[in-house]
T-cell receptor, first 112, second 116 residues
Framework: DQQVKQNSPSLSVQEGRISILNCDYTNSMFDYFLWYKKYPAEGPTFLISISSIKDKNEDGRFTVFLNKSAKHLSLHIVPSQPGDSAVYFCAASTIRDDKLIFGTGTRLQVFP | DAGVIQSPRHEVTEMGQEVTLRCKPISGHNSLFWYRQTMMRGLELLIYFNNNVPIDDSGMPEDRFSAKMPNASFSTLKIQPSEPRDSAVYFC??????????????FGSGTRLTVV
């Protein structure tokens, strides 16, 4: 039972354009949602998070949007850069147990 | 800070052999997590510890898998006997629960396990 889903395994975007990565979840009890970025042969690194009481959080070129009614969140990267090419994982957690549930990941490729 | 340290980086073993993966969390972090990455299931949580005590091992796939955390600076994940379907990248992560889940975990670089 996949509580966090990333239905697009890959995405290709031209440099300078917007990248939009999507994530759906099933558990309405999640308190936090996070995005991680992973380069080959490295561990995932924390990128940005959002609390369930907010609908938007912005950090530089990265913005995460949360739509609780639709149980959907998205990560926007503007403008996209070649260095953004990586696998992006969506994750969610409840305050109660502090464990992160991850999605399957979306491979983003930013081409010149 | 050296971050979360995992060893070995790569492990190739024959089916039926015992495999031990090791992890040194960040000093001062009180939670430690073991994840497995596969194409089909992404990052799966296997087990996590808080203050060296196993809290949730519901993700451990079978009795062949076991994990220990004898002290705050060391944890092991053991597979005995190993099978080809165990081939995956295994990640260890740690966190300071006091800073709040919104800040996420710090992951190690992973151990790529291949069972032939």
């Amino acid at each position: 039972d996949q509580q966090v889903k990333q239905n697009s395994p890959s995405l290709s975007v031209q440099e300078g354009r917007i990248s939009i990565l999507n994530c759906d979840y099933t558990n309405s009890m999640f308190d936090y949602f996070l995005w991680y970025k992973k380069y080959p042969a490295e561990g995932p690194t924390f990128l940005i998070s959002i609390s369930s009481i907010k609908d938007k959080n912005e950090d530089g070129r990265f913005t995460v949007f949360l739509n609780k009614s639709a149980k959907h969140l998205s990560l926007h990267i503007v403008p996209s850069q070649p260095g953004d090419s990586a696998v992006y994982f969506c994750a969610a957690s409840t305050i109660r147990d502090d464990k992160l549930i991850f999605g399957t990941g979306t491979r983003l490729q930013v081409f010149p | 800070d050296a971050g979360v340290i995992q060893s070995p980086r790569h492990e190739v073993t024959e089916m039926g052999q015992e495999v031990t993966l090791r992890c040194k969390p960040i000093s001062g972090h009180n939670s430690l997590f073991w994840y497995r990455q596969t194409m089909m299931r992404g990052l799966e949580l296997l087990i996590y510890f808080n203050n060296n005590v196993p809290i949730d091992d519901s993700g451990m796939p079978e009795d062949r898998f076991s994990a220990k955390m004898p002290n705050a600076s060391f944890s092991t994940l053991k597979i005995q006997p190993s099978e080809p379907r165990d081939s995956a990248v295994y990640f260890c992560a740690s966190s300071d629960q006091g800073t709040g889940i919104g800040y996420g975990y710090t992951f190690g670089s992973g151990t790529r396990l291949t069972v032939v």
